[in-house]
């Protein structure tokens, strides 16, 4: 596992400009991933940026500007709204940003982690199939290709 910094923005919608958006926005502007996401309480969370900088978890000038020269291509306006929160956290990165599923090789131990950049998306169905794993002592077929068995070497047990 790696960590993987991620900044995010939050900004305030002003009652006169509301609504802003109605829906979350994603997209990739400049080769980066970006998306504006809605909240009903009236913040606008603009995120993230995907850096590998270690443990790293400072708030940058350069990572704030990225998202916020971003976010301007969607949606032009918002560079006008109130700047309410700057944030940086670090997401569990597997050698192939793909989930950890299942029995690691020390007996008893249950992985679920290294979701990357999809860990809030892929939160169901990770409990399902530990749910599963947890009721019957056998992962389901789906999650096989994500087991940390995948990264052992052959010859390797």
Same mark, same amino acid.
């Given at each position: 596992m790696r960590p993987v910094k991620g900044q995010v923005v939050r +900004?305030?919608?002003p009652e006169a400009y509301a609504p802003f958006l109605s829906r979350t926005v994603r997209a990739v502007v400049r080769g980066s991933h970006v998306y504006l996401v809605p909240r009903e309480s009236?913040?606008?969370?603009v995120g993230?940026?995907?850096?590998?900088l270690g443990w790293d978890t400072t708030v940058t000038a350069g990572?704030?500007?990225? +998202?916020?020269? *971003? %976010?301007?291509?969607?949606?032009?306006?918002?560079?006008?709204?109130? +700047?309410?929160?700057? &944030?940086?956290g670090l997401?569990?990165?597997?050698p192939d940003n793909a989930p950890l599923l299942g029995p690691s090789a020390l007996p008893g131990l249950l992985l679920a982690?290294?979701?990357? &950049?999809?860990g809030v998306l892929l939160t169901p169905v990770t409990? *399902?199939?530990?749910?599963? +794993?947890l009721a019957t002592?056998?992962?389901?077929?789906? %999650?096989?290709?994500?087991?940390?068995? &995948?990264?052992?070497?052959?010859?390797v047990s």
């Open positions: +900004l305030s919608v009236g913040e606008l969370v993230a940026t995907s850096e590998e990572g704030v500007y990225e +998202l916020l020269r *971003d %976010a301007h291509e969607l949606v032009p306006g918002i560079t006008e709204l109130p +700047l309410t929160e700057t &944030r940086a997401r569990p990165g597997s982690t290294g979701h990357y &950049r999809n409990g *399902d199939v530990m749910g599963a +794993l002592g056998e992962l389901p077929e789906e %999650a096989h290709a994500f087991t940390p068995a &995948r990264f052992t070497p052959v010859g």
